[in-house]
T-cell receptor, first 109, second 117 residues
Framework: LAKTTQPISMDSYEGQEVNITCSHN???????ITWYQQFPSQGPRFIIQ???TKVTNEVASLFIPADRKSSTLSLPRVSLSDTAVYYC??????????FGKGTRLHILP | GAVVSQHPSWVICKSGTSVKIECRSL??????MFWYRQFPKQSLMLMAT?????????EQGVEKDKFLINHASLTLSTLTVTSAHPEDSSFYIC?????????????FGSGTQLSVL
């Protein structure tokens, strides 16, 4: 079973900030949180990774509270091209990389 | 960033034939590679994990004799779908990482759409 829980889908409008929250109640001490983006008929691509507090790169920000049981991916000023599926992953001690259902983000004009 | 090349992008084959999909890490050595399959509107399903030089570890329900995985070098892994049938039609995706720790980020191929007639 996937170790993460995300909303199945979200809609937003161009220019808005979008926040996608992921729940990972059983995250282990050594686990990092990683987010991937997937467009239709393409392989996923890495967006951002973090361990605690806040991480920011040129694409997104990742907010992780002190208990690390959840995380929020923040996409600033989204555009139509941000329409994609976003996956939140945490480490697995069995060396497997298991994807949850992801969040289908639909950006409207 | 690191690049993973996957070929072919799409393939159409007749039922009963075998199809080979290649996954190459172009600018790094991939100690571990993963193979996934994905049906429309669904998430990626892990099929197997392969470490260079050793046999692949298959997920429950994945037939190892049907989905042959070879990871003979640090830059190449192949997935062969043997005696393909229409129910094997799917989008197959490989991914690679340089090390063995699960916290390392993955680099994905662009996927292969397999259609079995």
């Amino acid at each position: 079973l996937a170790k993460t829980t995300q909303p199945i889908s979200m809609d937003s409008y161009e220019g808005q900030e979008v926040n996608i929250t992921c729940s990972h109640n059983n995250i282990a001490t050594n686990d990092y949180i990683t987010w991937y983006q997937q467009f239709p008929s393409q392989g996923p691509r890495f967006i951002i990774q973090g361990y605690k507090t806040k991480v920011t790169n040129e694409v997104a920000s990742l907010f992780i509270p002190a208990d690390r049981k959840s995380s929020t991916l923040s996409l600033p000023r989204v555009s139509l091209s941000d329409t994609a599926v976003y996956y939140c992953l945490v480490g697995d001690r069995n060396d497997k990389i298991i994807f949850g259902k992801g969040t289908r983000l639909h950006i409207l004009p | 960033g690191a690049v993973v090349s996957q070929h072919p992008s799409w393939v159409i084959c007749k039922s009963g034939t075998s199809v080979k999909i290649e996954c190459r890490s172009l600018d790094f050595q991939a100690t571990t590679m993963f193979w996934y399959r994905q049906f429309p509107k669904q998430s990626l399903m892990l099929m197997a994990t392969s470490n260079e030089g050793s046999k692949a570890t298959y997920e429950q329900g994945v037939e190892k004799d049907k989905f042959l995985i070879n990871h003979a070098s640090l830059t190449l892994s192949t997935l062969t779908v043997t005696s393909a049938h229409p129910e094997d039609s799917s989008f197959y995706i490989c991914s690679a990482r340089e090390g063995r720790t699960t916290n390392e980020k993955l680099f994905f191929g662009s996927g292969t759409q397999l259609s079995v007639l």
